[in-house]
């Protein structure tokens, strides 16, 4: 069982719709998540780090959102557009910052 | 300012064969960590160093693979004799600071193919 998991594993939206991914991890002690964007053919790139007191961060129309109680995270995304298409993976860094494991990541579609 | 380069950007190569993959940190920064890609397995930590030295190298799949880091600017990653399961992307990334909690730049990565 993997000690991070994301949910969808994929998902076909309309532009202009809202959409939000879920992590939901296993791992402890917890340091912090962070989700990275992956585009097609290009290495990740962060939207955002959260720690342990944080419980909600934006990144222009991307929000995410940590409970570290239930070990949920999730990212929302307002207002899709055809850019938003990429692979968007959970990172959960863990064990006093010594191990970072990541999720398999889900593949979003935007389509017009 | 360039971000993290990573070179080559595709490599083809038979089975034996030894394949050197390099990388070129972003200016000022002193963490380095290599990853592997593939569509079972996501991302994978291999290594990572700090200030030159390998701090955690618990991910490195079997002695075939070995990384070194000449300065505080380059970094390689050598897969010696090369068989197909190394078939992947590989990522290296850098951070300005030490310790896997900082944010990481990702280079555009290295797809590697093993006949």
């Known amino acids: 069982k993997n000690q991070v998991e994301q949910s969808p594993q994929s998902l076909i939206i309309l532009e202009g719709k809202n959409c939000t991914l879920q992590?939901?991890?296993?791992?402890?002690?917890?340091?912090?998540l962070r989700w990275y964007k992956q585009d097609t053919g290009r290495g990740p790139v962060s939207l955002t780090i959260?720690?342990?007191?944080?419980n909600t961060k934006s990144n222009g129309r991307y929000t995410a959102t940590l409970d570290a109680d239930t070990k949920q995270s999730s990212l929302h995304i307002t207002a899709s557009q055809l850019s938003d298409s990429a692979s968007y993976i959970c990172?959960?860094?863990?064990?006093?910052?010594?191990?970072?494991?990541f999720g398999i990541g889900t593949k979003l579609q935007v389509i017009p | 300012d360039a971000g993290v380069i990573q070179s080559p950007r595709h490599e083809v190569t038979e089975m034996g064969q030894e394949v050197t993959l390099r990388c070129k940190l972003i200016?000022?920064?002193?963490?380095l960590f290599w990853y592997r890609q593939t569509m079972m397995r996501g991302l994978e930590l291999l290594i990572y160093?700090?200030?030159?030295?390998?701090?955690?190298d618990s991910g490195m799949p079997e002695d075939r693979f070995s990384a070194k880091m000449p300065n505080a600017s380059f970094s390689t990653l050598k897969i010696q004799p090369s068989e197909p399961r190394d078939s992947a992307v590989y990522f290296c990334?850098?951070?300005?600071?030490?310790?896997?909690?900082?944010?990481?730049?990702f280079g555009p990565g290295t797809r590697l193919t093993v006949l």
């Open positions: 990334a850098s951070s300005p600071s030490g310790g896997k909690g900082w944010e990481q730049f």
């Open positions: 992590c939901n991890y296993t791992v402890s002690p917890f340091s912090n």
């Open positions: 959260m720690t342990f007191s944080e």
């Open positions: 990172v959960v860094i863990w064990g006093g910052y010594q191990k970072v494991t």
């Open positions: 200016s000022g920064h002193n963490s």
């Open positions: 160093f700090n200030n030159n030295v390998p701090i955690d």
